[in-house]
C-alpha cells in the first residue's frame, strides 16, 4: 500500500483522466472487446487506481463499484471523478483479503474487472476465490496484465546488427533468463516514478491456476502488442512480434 500511496499524485499526473498511451492502445482496446457491452450491467473494478476505467466504464453505460488498497489513489479518483459520483461507488479495499471483498455483495456484479494489478499483488487466490461469489448468474471476470511470458522482472530489450547477403540489417528483441519459477522484485511501471514498488512475477499455470481452482474457466484471450513503427526506439513499440501485455476473460 505504501509505495502506491507514495505514487498516488505522479501515477495520477501520468495516467490523466483517461490512461497514458499504453493503457490507450494496447490495454483498452482489448479488455472492452473481452468485456462486451456494459450498458445497465453492475461492474467491480478491482484496483482502480486513479478510475480511469471507473469512469470509462460509467461512459459506456454502467454502475460501478471501483476498489483500490491505495487512500491516495483512491483520493486521486474521486476527484477526477466527481461529475460521475452517482455512477461510481469508491471504496477502500484490499483485493488479497476475501473476506473484504465479499462484504461487497455477493452476487452483485454482473462482471468484475482488474486493470494492470494482478502482477502487483503478493496473493491472488483470495480475489480467485472470491469472484465466482461476487458474480451473478452468467457472469465474466476480464483482467489485464504484463505479459507473464515476455514483460517481466529481468527483460531486457536487445538490438543486433549485421550485413546479412550484401545489405545492412538490424533487429530488435528481448531477452529473458527465467520464466517458470516466480520471481518477486522491485520494478516500475512508469519512468520518474517517486519510488519502486514490487512485482510478483508468475508463469501462466501459477497465474491461472487459482482461478481454475475456483471454477472460473478461460474463454478469450488477447495478447496486444505495438504496430511495425519505422522509428521505433529500443522498447516495446521496437518488438511488434512480442505482446507487451495478456488481456483475458473468465467466466463461471
Do not use: K
Amino acid at each position: 500500500m505504501r509505495p502506491w500511496d507514495d505514487n498516488s499524485a505522479f501515477w495520477d499526473e501520468q495516467m490523466g483522466d483517461a490512461g497514458n498511451e499504453f493503457h490507450l492502445q494496447l490495454i483498452r482496446p482489448a479488455a472492452e472487446r473481452l468485456l462486451g457491452a456494459v450498458a445497465g450491467c453492475r461492474i467491480l473494478d478491482v484496483a482502480c487506481g486513479n478510475g480511469s476505467v471507473a469512469r470509462r466504464l460509467t461512459e459506456l453505460g454502467a454502475r460501478v463499484t471501483a476498489i483500490d488498497v491505495s487512500r491516495g489513489m483512491l483520493e486521486h479518483a474521486r476527484r477526477r471523478g466527481t461529475a460521475l459520483a452517482a455512477s461510481i461507488d469508491y471504496r477502500e479495499c484490499d483485493a488479497t483479503d476475501a473476506d473484504a471483498l465479499l462484504a461487497l455483495g455477493e452476487g452483485a456484479f454482473d462482471a468484475v474487472v482488474c486493470n494492470m494489478a494482478l502482477m502487483d499483488m503478493s496473493q491472488i487466490a483470495p480475489l480467485a476465490s472470491a469472484i465466482p461469489r461476487l458474480l451473478a448468474a452468467g457472469g465474466r471476470f476480464v483482467f489485464s496484465i504484463t505479459h507473464p511470458c515476455f514483460n517481466r522482472l529481468g527483460t531486457r530489450f536487445v538490438s543486433e546488427f549485421e550485413h546479412t547477403a550484401g545489405r545492412a540489417v538490424s533487429r530488435q528483441g528481448i531477452f529473458i533468463s527465467g520464466y517458470l519459477t516466480p520471481v518477486t522484485g522491485e520494478g516500475v511501471a512508469i519512468d520518474g516514478q517517486p519510488v519502486n514498488h514490487l512485482y510478483f512475477d508468475r508463469p501462466l499455470s501459477l497465474l491461472l491456476g487459482p482461478f481454475f481452482d475456483a471454477g472460473l474457466a478461460l474463454d478469450a484471450l488477447e495478447e496486444p502488442a505495438f504496430p511495425a513503427s519505422a522509428d521505433a526506439s529500443l522498447g516495446w513499440s521496437g518488438v511488434p512480434e512480442i505482446p507487451a501485455v495478456l488481456v483475458a476473460r473468465l467466466r463461471l
